[in-house]
């Protein structure tokens, strides 16, 4: 709304027009530079965005206009100087925001003053506070809340001019979570107590900040500090001696300077995880606390790690017990300190790089029980004997129910050959390979014509994403659910035949299809019989659906960039409750017999298909169908005469018609049952009170993306709940 420049809700129609509004939402109104409120009793959230002119809203009564507001958003205004309001007068004013419990101040430059006051020091302007969050406010330097009695929950980030901050015991009685960020000039901190703190995460700032915050934390539980300027070894140690023994979660991050955990931490007797993370200097671990941690994780730390990874290294007597070690083996060999943290469930290698003596890896593996593990997860695994590291892994872990390949860009087949596999994979329910970019193939030795039925018989659940140099899949019989995206070299994805005991992929239920631009037009020797779910984007060869089975069964169907899809099958479609046909320029129009026979369709949405014209079904449309998503078709809306939408039509959404002026031109899709009407991209929609007031159960209107005036009092009174102006 680029013109909008006035808000006043002094008047009566207001509150005549929006008597039981809930949420507003005021977005991109660069030119609203004057906003007079008078009390608005049902609004419960306000969102105000890209208000570029505005320096804030006037109140002419000292009474609180938002009585019920619970959550208030204010993102990139920068012309805001400061908050909360004023009065008209002047005056300062008692609880104008009684029941708020969230604020959010984000990208307003000019903000320089926080301060909310009141005329009775005993009563707060926000005495239900309890999210505060202000960010990216470089000029903001008096920050100075007197009374905030219920805050739990404080955040202040990218506050660059700050310098000083005290706080009083009172201010913050039940402060839980505080967060200070980025703020490099705060140099003076006086903090009393903080009797609930629990969290307390200081990251950009300086020294000063943590120790004033730290003295005055005395009961918190976990401590991240990030790149504290200032902040040497020696003042490190001195500092350590601060922490709460209560402290149980403890991260370090970005310290160039730190070489050392040995001295200072030793009365942390409460400490269970610890995270140290670009550290290049750090070498040495307190020994006193390693054998009390559940989780260790260290990264970017490159001297420690190497006195920390494997059997015989320094740490490794006071480590090998910890359940979660994370990114300690990036840069070390996978050895016995890896087995030793194996569960029964669980075994996750992360940036595993083995030496050569992969053999002995393997038999450790058996030693350790791995055949008993439940889940499997590898993640970049390389070796420089490729495929030899993998096949001794597959060997020994027949218990696996479900495997997760990631980023492991050595493994060119997964198995040898299928039979070989349905011997140690006797177990497996889930396979997902992802980011294998050298991944040719499931099987090195396979043929689709010879792809046994009962191989891999536990197999349900088959999932192939970004592996761009697979050019076949071979399906085993068995699976249930097939995903495969964005292999941009897969031509051909097939079932067991019957002349092998195969049935064409007959137990099938859930198929998705993404982005595969070379595969062919069909899927070879398939003849599903049970799919339920069809997901279809991006598949540029796919001309008819009939070549994917019968859809007795389907509920649920998306078809996104199809271009060679032609016509939609005139089947029987008994449970279908769900339809998607997006960009599909060839897709021919329905007829009405297509129409009539979707019985138990609920959610139709068809857009960006040029070339269906609603014309070809004549105004008719699925008995029972409730929501329709619909536009930029063959013809502009108001060229599409008379429907005949159900009774059962309750959501309404509409994109994109460049002709449309106002809601008159579109009363032939405006129905009275209508609840939920949705619009998008009107580019000449001027005004949506004319043609609108017919619409007695409308509770929730939402324009997107145009440049409309607000409605007036046309629209009914008592039903509409949340009304959006929005623009992109």
Known sequence: MEGWEVWSTNNEVFDAVFPCLRELNIENCPQLIEVSLKPLLSVEILMLRGMRGWKGWSINME???????????????????????????????????????????????????????????????????????????????????????????????????????????????????????????????????????????????????????????????????????????????????????????????????????????????????????????MKHLPKQLLPKLLSLKIKDCPKLTKRSGGRGSHYYPLISHIPNIRDMIKESDLQEMRYKTLCDFELNIVYASLNPKEDDT??????????????????????????????????????????????????????????????????????????????????EKEEEDNFGSSLLSSLRLFCVYGCDKMERCCCPNSIESLHIERCSSLTHVSFPTSATGGDGGQKLKSLDIWDCSKLMEKINNSSTGVLERIYIS???????????????????????????????????????????????????????????????????????????????????????????????????????????????????SLHDEADVKNFRQLSHLLFPSLTKLRIYNFEELESVSMGVQHLTSLQHLIIWGIIVEPPDNVIPPLYVEGIVFWKD
């Open 538 to 652: 991006g598949w540029t060869n796919l001309k008819s659906l009939m070549q994917l089975g019968n859809f007795i069964y389907l509920t649920w169907l998306h078809l996104d960039n199809c271009p060679s899809l032609e016509s939609f099958p005139d089947i029987p479609l008994p449970v279908l409750t769900y339809l998607r046909i997006e960009k599909c320029e060839r897709m021919e129009s329905f007829s009405a017999h297509q129409m009539s026979n979707l019985t138990s369709l609920k959610e139709l949405i068809i857009i960006n298909c040029a070339n269906i014209d609603t014309s070809g079904h004549g105004g008719v449309w699925p008995p029972n169908l409730c929501s329709l998503e619909i536009g930029r078709l063959k013809k502009p809306m108001s060229e599409w005469g008379p429907q005949s939408f159900p009774s059962s039509l309750v959501h309404l």
């Open 63 to 281: 009474v609180s206009v938002l009585p019920y507001l619970r959550k208030l958003h204010i993102d990139n205004c920068p012309e805001l100087i400061k908050f909360p309001p004023e009065t008209s007068n002047n005056e300062v004013f008692d609880a104008v925001f009684p029941c708020l419990k969230e604020l959010y101040i984000n990208r307003c430059p000019q903000l320089i003053e926080f301060s909310p006051k009141t005329t009775n020091s005993e009563v707060s302007v926000f005495p239900s506070l309890r999210e505060l969050h202000i960010s990216f406010c470089p000029k903001l330097i008096e920050f100075s809340p007197e009374k905030l009695p219920k805050l739990e929950i404080l955040r202040l980030e990218d506050m660059l001019g700050w310098k000083i901050w005290s706080t009083k015991d009172a201010v913050f009685p039940r402060l839980r979570e505080l967060y200070i960020n980025s703020c490099p000039q705060l140099v003076e901190v006086s903090a009393e107590a903080l009797p609930l703190l629990r969290l307390l995460e200081i990251s950009f700032c300086d020294h000063v900040v943590l120790r004033s915050l730290v003295q005055a934390a005395l009961s918190i539980t976990m401590l991240g500090i990030v790149y504290i300027s200032g902040l040497t070894y020696e003042k490190f140690c001195e500092l350590s001696h601060l922490f709460p023994s209560s402290l149980s979660i403890l991260k370090i991050v970005n310290f160039d300077k730190l070489g050392s955990l040995s001295m200072g931490l030793q009365h942390l007797t409460s400490l269970q995880h610890l995270t140290i993370k670009r550290c290049p200097k």
């Open 362 to 443: 393997i038999q450790e593996w058996r030693k350790q029980g791995v055949v008993k593990l439940g889940f499997l997860q590898i993640q970049h695994l390389t070796s420089i004997h490729k495929n030899k590291v993998w096949r001794g892994v597959i060997e020994h872990i027949g218990a696996v129910e479900e495997v997760s390949i990631w980023n492991c860009n050595e493994i060119r087949y997964l198995w040898e050959s299928e039979e070989e596999a349905s011997k140690v994979l006797v177990n497996i329910k889930k396979l997902k390979v992802m980011f294998c970019s050298n991944l040719v193939s499931l099987g």
